[in-house]
């Protein structure tokens, strides 16, 4: 295996910052098109309210879910804080913060609008390409 230059490093990271930054913008402005494009065909969502279903795999099952769930109702989600680690020119790893706030879903007692926590991401680079090929929500409190 090649070891990748610190230049060829800081490029990949920067790469794998945009596409979260661009993940988070489709999901919020609702570009449903724009977010299958950030990711793997298999890429694997695990969600604590998916935990009963074993999560969800492949991108097109991703959207729908994220379709049902939201369809067009407010959400913003912020990220930051980003520990990325290229594994190698093809595969990388990230952990972000993450406040999401989605006023549309809010439910007393059911369903919290307002959450902090982390992803746990997984990154591929596909013909040039870095796309999320999996994503685990780590949430560690909610505000009502």
């Known amino acids: 295996?090649?070891?990748?230059?610190?230049?060829?490093?800081?490029?990949?990271?920067e790469a794998v910052k945009a596409l979260?930054?661009?993940?988070?913008?489709?999901?919020?402005?609702?570009?449903?098109?724009?977010?299958?494009?950030?990711?793997?065909d298999d890429v694997r969502l695990d969600l604590p309210s998916l935990k009963a279903r074993g999560g969800i795999e492949g991108a097109d099952a991703m959207v729908a879910?994220?379709?049902?769930?939201?369809?067009?109702?407010?959400?913003?989600?912020?990220?930051?804080?980003?520990?990325?680690?290229?594994?190698?020119?093809?595969?990388?790893t990230g952990i972000w913060a993450q406040e999401h706030f989605l006023p549309g879903r809010y439910r007393p007692h059911a369903h919290h609008g307002h959450g902090y926590g982390?992803?746990?991401?997984?990154?591929?680079?596909?013909?040039?390409?870095?796309?999320?090929?999996?994503?685990?929500?780590?949430p560690r409190f909610e505000l009502e």
């Not at 295996?1 to 990271?13: N, P, Q």
């Not at 979260?20 to 919020?28: F, G, K």
């Not at 939201?70 to 020119?89: C, K, T």
């Not at 982390?118 to 780590?138: C, F, K, N, P, Q």
Request: glycine share 6%.
């Open 20 to 40: 979260r930054a661009r993940y988070c913008r489709m999901l919020d402005t609702k570009d449903w098109a724009g977010l299958r494009a950030t990711l793997a």
């Open 65 to 92: 879910l994220v379709i049902e769930w939201f369809g067009q109702s407010p959400s913003l989600h912020l990220n930051g804080l980003p520990e990325i680690e290229i594994l190698s020119a093809d595969r990388a």
């Open 118 to 138: 982390y992803s746990h991401d997984s990154y591929v680079r596909i013909d040039g390409e870095w796309r999320i090929a999996g994503i685990r929500l780590e």
């Open 1 to 13: 295996m090649v070891e990748l230059s610190a230049l060829d490093r800081l490029v990949a990271i």
